[in-house]
């Protein structure tokens, strides 16, 4: 067996079968755009994003055994850095080429954040460097469905009624000689906004591990104050941020209402398909119904 110096996703380890189970994709999945689009659809709608280890008080953890067993076998979700560990071996596994990236969330905020979030560019196997890739972004929460082209050429892009946009970004001397930033823009019930910003740096396993660390840890961490889940689809953004349960429409129509923290995990089931095993569902009650959520 080679030494596994870190550069690749470990496929190896995958049950790729299980995966498709999970995700509902029944055919059989090639290297191409047509399989990528069907596979990022599926986990999109299928594996719900969710905090709740950090609440728990156990550790988010990255090795593919892990966030398999979490995602894949148990009706569980994750964050950007669980989604997009698994996407990958499961892209490589079929034969993609993968580059992985990490961006700066903003949600339209001008304060420069730091780096917390993952995506992944995709080429076909042996595709000229020249061609347009396909960014794939399977763990934000809120889509895209399908990837997007890249280079985007800042034109609207519209899935099933949920707008985005591609565009150039501001570049800075710290960054290597010619990389680009580019940014992610959607669409809200108010108007577009920046979602995020990613230098075209190529990331690895090893940043994603530094990156979840301060993630899950940091007092200065969203995802280390309160629950935060999100379930997303063509008709609705489910978000439940702390006890506040808010769904969006593609139009942008939104309603908003107040969970007891005594019924979240019933919530959990019912709206995100997340269920809670052995005590945990007591230890997040307590843990909300005893806290001061900072939101």
Known sequence: MSEDLGYGWQSDLLDLPAYLKRIGYDGAPRPDAATLRALHRAHVTSIPFENLEIMLGRPVELDLAAVQGKLVDRPRGGYCFEHNRLFAAVLEKIGFEITALTGRVSMGAEKLLPGTHALLLVRAPGQPADEAAL??????????????????????????????????????????????????????????????????????????????HYVS?????????????????????????????????????????DVAPARLPEVLAEEFGIVLEGGDAARLVARVDGSNLDV
């Open 135 to 212: 960014l794939c972004d399977v763990g934000f929460g809120g889509g895209p469905l399908e990837p997007l082209a890249f280079p985007g050429d800042g034109a609207d892009v519209d899935q099933d009624g949920w707008g985005l946009r591609l565009l150039p970004g501001r570049t800075t001397a710290a960054l290597p000689a010619g990389a680009q930033v580019w940014e992610m823009h959607q669409r809200g019930p108010d108007g577009w906004f920046r979602r995020h910003s990613f230098p075209l740096v190529e990331a690895f396993r090893v940043d994603f591990d530094v990156l979840n």
């Open 217 to 257: 840890t940091s007092p200065r961490s969203p995802f280390t104050r309160r629950p935060f889940v999100q379930r997303f689809s063509p008709d609705a953004h489910l978000v439940l941020d702390g006890t506040a349960l808010t769904v969006t429409r593609p139009a942008g129509e939104t309603e908003t209402r």
